[in-house]
């Protein structure tokens, strides 16, 4: 849920190092409104945005699980930072602040009567964690969980947290690279494609409510701002005008459009905005935002005027909640795809005569990365040996 | 908001698609303000209650900044700032924006936008952080777009930082006298206000402590204008930390407020204000003049001293050192210095409390407050008041120092509304916690008040309860406590200071107060 959509294969790589079976690591269902009703009702302490409201129906869901599927230890880490490409070029990688306390207030739901983890036998951990700050990770995680995990010790996590970060890396590393490869498809093809600027929860069905899929099936590639390509050689084709007018230090600088750049999520969709903007295949961007999103709702204007002044279709899916109206939906489905259809190619055009020439999208399809990214296939990934070579590396880059 | 409705500028799409690639999206960057167009620029602030903008006021003009302090923003402003800025924004942000909107927009009516740009410069605070507060400057910049102000200019004002250098175009230094002096002038407004929302429910002569406190702010004021010019700017810190000069001043307001004549036998239900630092700070429309209202539902107001919050500031940073022990970055080092910080700040603080007879609430410590809080909610939880706002209620309850605690918070307040849900499992150890959190819109105001004074009410209850309790304790009837308070004419001074005796009332530890007297 929430911040473990972006940082999921940190948690499974920590606590498969710290031996713990990946067969006995559970995850809670993804949202839905039988499961907020089901398990969650009645736990809520105050009115808040829809997507923190939805975690009292993961806790229920864990704690209430049959008995042969019935869980130890209810982990609800609260991440202060999160890990970003952006991160040593924008002002801090926070999360937001209402996901990152949220366990402390969806836990009170499950005290303020009786002891809920109590009555059911399951301990329950929410350790703060500052994934944008590598060094104190150990100590912190140490400290969040000794008295949940028996015997545990600080080197054991100092060396658990590595592989979780390595894990981390090599999934990031992975998914960028098939974004890369729809990039170098549509561009080799002269195909539009979209891109999904939302927060990582965005990504639950039942958060994000699969609009990205709906439009999937009309044919269009979609990428994801989190998980866009960083490679070296095609950042600077992208940014290249930006960085020589001095408007930016580096691609990844997002000053010239949001001065204030301390949330991780944030930056990744202001970054994510320049990116389509400047990106000719890229023909529409898909904004999803939560009900009651307060981070989102001051990048209201600046993302939609990146977007639209590169002449790139913009469409705003706002106040997301638990409705799911399926006929609303569908129409404006059909309405993206029809603009989409007749629009691209002349989008597409327009915005290839504003760009540099030697696209290396074009020029070579053969990746020529020279950013920081693991290696191995995905069945190497898996390999502990194949990690620890990618954990090194990434060190010593 | 129907799920899937439509941006508006998607209405009308068909017309509006056009494939030209325009200039890129910039953010908006002010145009410099130089030290030349000091003399003829004005610097526009506000945001805090009225006595710590005067003071600021007093210590910008000290240093050559021609200033004027914004009106308290209304609910006009208030509607202002949601048709200005994006939607969706707290309460804050739309006072705020619309404040300084409004307040352009009447000054452009009368000359011209052009004018009114070269005229004026905006101050005000921003956050290292990642909430809304930290991102205010793009509700600023547009609504400065939507009124056609785009070149006003407009500095954020780091709320962590002593030392942040000039401005662009070095007209406006953010540096240690800068920020020095505005400290100062919040700690002097501080106790000041403390002293004031302490005599007034039981002023004998409506008004009085009204107009002595005004007469104070105003003698303030001078003092702060016309203290010596601070040259070097390494000496400023020292400077304010030894001059007595605020401290001799701080006696004529308490020589000042020994004038009032109270009546403190008044039973009074002691209502602690917290929450977010905006709306437990000012006083106006944007929290429902909840001070004013609190006093005239028969209540004492127990204020919330922005002090505390800089001292809260103080530990947060400490807490980040640390967290880097050992890791690097002699974050040891750096913890001595934000400990030192904290004790000097409570130094000064306390200098300030003992020039007026001691009789401002103390601030509390910020790592008690921490421990209490710690079962509830994490300490390094960053945003709002975090722990704080656990930790404040659970320390007027223990030390009883509050019949009640009101806590403010704007409506989606994303931090605070944290610390706040986590306040249920307080609640359920500590029923007899009385806590009313309200959640401040701007409008609403009669469904806010009204949830307020159910809470008030049982608090009221409590107060008269406990007096009672001690008139049988002490054996005293109403009327011998007036007949022994009748005979110490100095305790019907505004500046007599009565010991607390173990509760929490001011009527019921004046009776205790008189009952040892007389067994002496």
């Not at chain 2, 918070?409 to 944290?418: A, D, I, L």
Request: proline share 6%; hydrophobic share 40%.
């Amino acid at each position: 849920m929430l911040n473990l959509w972006s940082t999921h294969q940190f948690w499974v790589g920590f606590l498969t190092a710290l031996g713990i079976d990946p067969r006995r690591i559970a995850f809670s269902s993804a949202t839905s409104e039988e499961q907020a009703r089901q398990f969650g009702k009645g736990r809520g302490t105050v009115d808040c945005c829809y997507p923190v409201k939805c975690i009292s129906g993961h806790y229920g869901e864990l704690l209430m699980r049959e008995k042969h599927r019935k869980i130890d230890l209810l982990l609800s880490p609260m991440i202060y930072s999160l890990p970003s490409c952006l991160n040593g070029h924008v002002a801090a990688s926070l999360a937001c602040p209402r996901v990152m306390a949220a366990p402390e207030n969806i836990k009170a739901g499950f005290l303020k009567e009786k002891d809920v983890f109590a009555e059911h036998a399951i301990r329950y951990a929410a350790p703060l964690v500052s994934l944008a700050d590598p060094p104190i990770v150990p100590q912190q995680l140490y400290q969040g969980l000794k008295n949940v995990i028996p015997a545990l010790t600080l080197d054991e996590t100092r060396s658990a947290v590595r592989e979780g970060y390595t894990a981390l890396e090599i999934f990031n590393a992975r998914v960028r690279r098939r974004s890369r490869e729809v990039l170098e498809r549509c561009a080799r093809e002269d195909k539009p494609c979209l891109m999904v600027l939302a927060r990582p929860y965005h990504m639950d069905p039942g958060i994000g409510h699969e609009i990205e899929v709906e439009l999937r099936a009309y044919g269009y590639p979609v990428l994801w701002a989190q998980y866009l390509p960083a490679d070296a050689d095609l950042l600077q084709w992208v940014f290249g005008e930006d960085l020589r007018a001095g408007h930016v230090r580096s691609p990844f600088d997002i000053a010239d459009v949001w001065p204030s750049s301390y949330s991780a999520n944030t930056n990744e969709i202001l970054w994510g905005a320049k990116f389509a903007a400047r990106v000719p295949w890229i023909a529409g961007v898909i904004r999803l935002a939560s009900y009651e999103c307060g981070m989102d709702q001051p990048t209201y204007t600046p993302v939609q005027q990146i977007v639209e002044r590169s002449g790139t279709l913009f469409f705003s899916f706002q106040d997301l909640d638990s409705t799911k109206p399926a006929g609303a939906l569908k129409i404006r489905i059909e309405t993206i795809a029809y603009y989409l259809e007749k629009h691209s190619s002349a989008i597409i055009e327009a915005k290839k005569a504003a760009c540099l020439p030697d696209c290396p999208l074009i020029r070579d399809t053969r990746r020529e990365s020279a950013s920081v990214s693991a290696p191995g296939t995905p069945r190497e990934a898996r390999d502990p040996d194949s990690i620890r070579r990618a954990w090194r590396a990434t060190q010593g880059a | 908001m129907t799920p899937y409705s439509e941006a508006p500028n998607q209405a009308g799409m068909e017309q509006d698609v056009e494939h030209a690639v325009h200039k890129p999206y910039r953010a908006y960057r002010p145009r410099p303000f130089t030290k030349s167009e000091r003399d003829h620029s004005t610097v526009l602030f506000g945001g805090l209650h009225w006595r710590a903008e005067r003071l600021i006021q007093g210590a910008m003009e000290n240093l050559g900044y021609r200033s004027q302090v914004l009106s308290a923003p209304t609910k006009e402003d208030l509607m202002t700032g949601r048709e200005l800025a994006d939607i969706g924004q707290c309460c804050p942000t739309s006072f705020t924006v619309g404040n300084i909107a409004n307040f352009l927009r009447s000054q452009a009516r009368q000359t011209s936008a052009a004018e009114v740009a070269k005229k004026y410069v905006y101050v005000t605070a921003g956050a290292c952080g990642a909430c809304r507060f930290g991102q205010y400057h793009q509700s600023y910049e547009l609504a400065m777009r939507n009124i056609g102000m785009e070149s006003f200019r407009m500095f954020l004002l780091a709320q962590n930082g002593l030392d942040q250098g000039a401005a662009d175009g070095g007209g406006l230094e953010l540096n240690l006298p800068f920020t020095m002096g505005a400290i100062w002038a919040i700690l002097a407004a501080d106790v000041v206000q403390d002293l004031e929302y302490q005599t007034r429910p039981y002023e004998v002569t409506p008004g009085e402590t009204e107009r002595v406190a005004r007469k104070s702010i105003d003698y303030l004021y001078e003092v702060f204008r016309a203290s010596p010019a601070l040259s070097r700017k390494t000496s400023a810190p020292l400077w304010y930390l030894v001059t007595s000069r605020f401290v001799k001043a701080l006696r004529e307001v308490f020589r000042n407020f020994h004038n009032i004549e109270v009546d403190r036998l008044r039973v009074k239900p002691v209502v602690k204000l917290t929450g977010e630092f905006y709306l437990q700070t000012v006083e106006g429309a944007p929290n429902y003049n909840i001070h004013r209202w609190l006093e005239s539902e028969g209540a004492e107001v127990y204020p919330a001293a922005i002090a505390i919050w800089l001292d809260y500031l103080l530990r947060f940073a400490g807490q980040n050192y640390e967290d880097h022990i050992g890791v690097g970055g002699c974050a040891r080092l750096k913890l001595g210095v934000i400990k030192t910080g904290q004790s000097l700040l409570r130094w000064s603080y306390n200098r300030m409390r003992t020039a007026l007879g001691n009789l401002p609430h103390e601030m509390p410590d910020q790592y008690e407050l921490r421990e209490l809080a710690a079962p509830y909610y994490h300490s390094r939880l960053d945003g709002g008041e975090g722990d704080m706002l656990i930790g404040k209620a659970l320390w007027a309850y223990h030390h009883k120092k509050a019949h009640m605690t009101c806590e403010l918070s704007p409506y989606s307040c994303m931090p605070n509304s944290m610390s706040i849900g986590a306040m249920a499992a307080v609640l359920g150890k500590h029923p007899d916690l009385l806590y009313a959190p309200l959640e401040v819109k701007g409008d609403a105001e009669v469904h806010a008040l009204s949830r307020c004074q159910m809470v008030l009410t049982e608090a009221k209850r409590k107060a008269q309860q406990e007096y009672e309790e001690v008139l049988d304790r002490t054996r005293l009837s109403p009327e011998q406590a007036r007949e022994l308070l009748e005979s110490s004419p100095q305790m019907k001074r505004a500046t007599y200071r009565i010991p607390r005796c173990g509760v929490v009332g001011t009527a019921a530890n004046l009776v205790l107060h008189l009952a040892n007297r007389k067994r002496q």
